[in-house]
């Protein structure tokens, strides 16, 4: 395997490089801390310079964006280095592969490991969403695959290491404490002040361009706070050399943040489109470019630049959803971003009364997550079902290897007599499960999936209610209700063995008049009939008082014709006579009604629905211990079984083989889709948008979309499973996304890769840089899709063949989304190091 063109200067290692270097060549596992910037990469790259592993090296980092930094630095060096991503997947077959740790899940899997597998920030172990990834790919990496482990916010390696060993590895701790750029804590009140600088945030700034403290990162609670606080102080300060933007930079930028750039200062959140944040903002901070730089914190674990000095503003941030805690770690972290490597002699933290000092950042004691990875148990236990094995046995077995000195309870335990039902089980994850039902057409209550409504006429619809059920006209008590009431209910023909009844109403008396009589037709020798009008009949059609008899002509040409409209939706049969009184009489077949489709295929007219709650079988067999054993309310095992995802014996079902193939809540969502046999596959491809945009687009109007969330609730009620579903839902489901995006009507998203603008969603504007995230987790799903594996199932496979069209689709739309061309900055942007120094007053 050769690697060619690396163009890195000469660099000797420092000591624990040098052994970690040295530990990995011997063939051990090797777990690394040291502080942030101590140079914890450059181990990997001196065993890439040393051409040591023959086979793939991958690296691994906990987002897209340090991916893509990376990807591009190497490849910039003249590596031959590939990028998988989940959206984006790059020459993977390259020597050096950059990737998300989850993209490489599947192939830890198969047993089919790199060389070596390096875990960038291993501390995402503790992490509650992806945590139990991190855990589990850990435990699922072959024997021959080498470990390389880089944290600087771990407190604890040994334990780790500890844990390693349990699992049969070699492994090796390699420590350092030394800062290569040591930091120092600086009051605000200590620095030199501008008093002729209005607002807090503008005099911080300022007294740290006084101070000589610049370039400035401070890290803001939420979007609008970073905008709001980056526009204050670029008003505020003093103007200094102004940076000049090319034109391509200008109309990436728009007009309102080029304004900001050109006084050399920018926020930075995950609201802003791409483009601007990975081709203007963080390569212009890197380059030393930018005075002051104001970042959300939740984005503080994709910043890959350093600057002379950090302010942290507050203690809390917003995630989007809820108020988090800044953790010790999470601070240190932050301040590890003050002082650059061979620029800086000292970082700076600048603290104010209010924000937190130097003192409270600290490594964390690493601990696993609550969260269990449901779809790597549901895949081990498969395994198990399928080479004869106790599927229950091999789930124990795996949580036996998880980091966790007492294993982590699956439900599997003797059930020590607790009930199934009564208060235990109603209170299972804070919410009953329901399940929704149809009486179908057979009078029985069958599960309602999402089923298809829409009008037919009551000749070929069903009627199904307690004490009938059968074709709707064969049930007397539902005709006579129609036409409002008028009328009487009779028989009509017999079809396919049921009685169908039909409307008369009475017209009139009728009087046979005698041919040749005085009151006889002018024909004599045709008998004449007389018809009083109804009382009903004379005021229903509001027939003249004057008018006391009909002719048989009057009534069939005039009476019936105005009494139609009453009988609407009937049709018309014939004038009877029955017991000396005229009758008009109508069938209601071609009356068209809203209706159901059950099951079998019978439509249902006005179906009934109820929803109760979901019984779940949630005994157990075959779990190494005599009788039938119950799984504990609350646990997996017990999720497991009421979500249908494992049968008695803890084989997975199709259900659960499914959503085993995702590593989120999404497989119960798709799986459900897919069991909808009504639910067309071109639909749910394009509304699969909405599972991972964690964005809630609220349309003034509800879309098409929704359907996806109603079979998903209705499969499996508006319950609570830690980790996978929120009411019903999956975490990070985002209504009206897939609408929003334009993806219902063919357009692409593509046109927001590189703009800032906003649109307006229900009301309200929506950050490109939202937009484009969610189109492009939903191309990283359609591919995920495409990459599961096979499973007999006609609707599976339709679902992966329609995803790899839909990609085909999105090919060159989604390059320029996933990897827009982004302008180069200038050689003077480059190179020159502007000094962000603020003279201090007189």
């Known amino acids: ?15 624990w490089q040098h052994a970690a270097v040295n530990h990995l060549r011997a063939g051990k596992d090797v777990i690394v801390s040291a502080p942030t910037g101590a140079g914890k990469t450059f181990i990997f790259e001196l065993l890439v310079q040393a051409q040591h592993f023959k086979r793939q090296m991958v690296y691994t980092v906990p987002t897209r964006a340090l991916a893509n930094d990376k990807f591009a630095e190497w490849t910039d060096a003249g590596w031959k280095v590939g990028l998988a991503t989940g959206d984006l997947s790059v020459n993977v077959h390259a020597p050096v592969l950059v990737a998300t740790l989850e993209t490489q899940i599947e192939r830890l899997l198969t047993g089919e490991g790199p060389a070596l597998l390096v875990m960038d920030e291993y501390q995402m172990i503790a992490d509650v969403s992806r945590g139990s ?88 609670p939420r979007r609008r706070d970073s905008e709001s606080m980056a526009k204050k102080i670029a008003d505020a300060l003093p103007p200094g050399e102004p940076l ?43 380059a030393g470019q930018l005075r002051v730089i104001v970042s959300t914190m939740g984005l503080a674990a994709g910043i890959n630049f350093s600057v002379r000095s950090v302010h942290v503003s507050s203690t809390q941030f917003h995630d989007g959803l809820t108020e988090q805690q800044l953790t010790a770690d999470d601070l240190l972290q932050m301040f590890g971003r003050a002082g650059r490597r061979g620029l800086d002699e000292r970082g700076y933290v600048i603290t104010s009364r209010d924000s937190p000092s130097l003192m409270d950042a600290r490594p964390a004691t690493l601990r696993r997550s609550s969260k269990l990875s449901w779809p790597l148990f549901l895949r081990v236990m498969r395994r198990a079902a399928l080479d004869g094995r106790e599927p229950f046995q091999a ?6 290897r998880l980091f966790a000195k007492t294993p982590p309870e699956l439900g599997l335990e003797e059930s020590a007599g607790l009930p199934l039902s009564g ?108 018809i009083t009008p109804t009382h ?111 049968e008695s014996d803890g084989a997975p079902t199709r259900r659960g083989i499914i959503f085993s193939f995702f590593q989120h ?61 929120e009411a019903g839902l999956p975490l990070g489901y985002g209504e009206g996304t897939a609408e929003l995006l334009g993806l219902i009507a063919g357009v692409s998203a593509t046109t927001t890769a590189n703009s800032n603008t906003k649109t307006k ?58 990897r827009p061309k982004l302008p180069a900055l200038t050689p003077k942007q480059k190179h020159d190091r502007p000094r962000h120094y603020l003279l201090r007053e007189r």
């Open 761 to 818: 969603g229900g009301g309200r504007e929506v950050a490109e840089g939202d937009l484009s995230r969610a189109y492009i987790e939903w191309l990283s799903l359609l591919r995920h899709i495409t990459r599961a594996p096979a499973h007999d199932w006609t609707r599976w496979t339709e679902l992966r063949q329609a995803a790899g069209v839909e990609l085909e689709k999105h090919l060159i739309a989604s390059h320029a989304t996933l």
């Open 423 to 530: 208060k235990s089980a109603d209170s299972l994850f804070g919410l009953k499960g329901t399940r929704k039902e149809l009486r179908n057409s057979a009078g029985v209550w069958e599960e309602w999936k999402a089923n298809r409504i829409t009008q037919v006429s009551l000749g070929e619809a069903m009627r199904s209610v307690e004490v009938f059920h059968g074709p709707v006209l064969a049930d007397s008590r539902y005709v006579q209700g129609l036409a409002n009431g008028l009328g009487r209910v009779f028989k009509l023909a017999k079809h396919d063995g049921s009685q169908l009844y039909g409307k008369e109403m009475a017209l009139g008396k009728v009087e046979h008049v005698p041919a040749g009589s005085p009151d006889a037709a002018a024909d004599v020798s045709t008998e004449t009939l007389r």
């Open 1 to 15: 395997m050769q690697f060619e063109g690396l163009t890195h200067q000469l660099k000797l290692p420092d000591l």
């Open 133 to 220: 990834h991190y855990e589990g790919a850990i435990v699922l990496t072959p024997p021959d695959t080498q470990l390389l482990l880089l944290s600087g916010s771990v407190a604890n390696p040994g334990d780790l290491a500890e844990w390693m060993q349990r699992l049969g590895r070699q492994v090796e701790v390699v420590a350092t404490h030394e800062r290569p750029v040591p930091l120092d804590e600086v009051p605000v009140e200590t620095l030199p002040q501008r008093r002729n600088i209005e607002g807090w945030w503008p005099r911080l700034a300022a007294a740290a361009l006084a101070g000589d403290l610049a370039p400035l990162l401070i890290f803001a």
């Open 536 to 646: 009903h009949l004379r005021k229903l059609l509001k027939i003249p008082r004057h008018i006391e008899v009909l002719t048989i002509e009057k009534v069939q040409n005039v009476a019936i014709p105005k009494l139609l409209p009453h009988f609407e939706g009937a049709s018309f049969l014939a004038v009877v006579e029955k017991e000396g009184l005229l009758y008009a009489q109508f069938d209601f077949a071609p009356l068209l009604v809203d209706a159901t489709q059950d099951a079998s295929g019978k439509w249902i007219a006005n179906a009934e629905v109820r929803t109760v709650e979901r019984a779940t079988d949630t005994g157990l067999t075959g779990t190494g211990t005599e009788g039938v054993q119950n799984a504990r309310p609350g646990t997996p095992v017990h999720a497991w079984r009421s979500l249908g995802l494992v």
């Open 665 to 725: 809540g999404e497989g119960l969502a798709i799986a459900a889709a897919l069991e909808d046999e009504s639910y067309p596959i071109a639909e749910l491809i394009l509304h699969t948008a909405n599972l991972r945009s964690d964005v809630h687009f609220d349309l003034p109007e509800g879309g098409s979309s929704e359907r996806l969330a109603a079979v998903c609730r209705a499969t499996y009620g508006f319950v609570n499973h830690h980790g996978y579903l």
């Open 395 to 400: 789930a124990k077995e795996f949580a036996q």
């Open 244 to 286: 000049h933007l090319t034109m391509e930079q200008r109309a990436l930028a728009g007009k309102e943040i080029a304004a900001l750039l050109e006084k050399r200062v920018a926020y930075h959140h995950s609201g802003l489109a791409y483009g601007v944040r990975a081709g203007l903002v963080e390569p212009l901070a890197k």
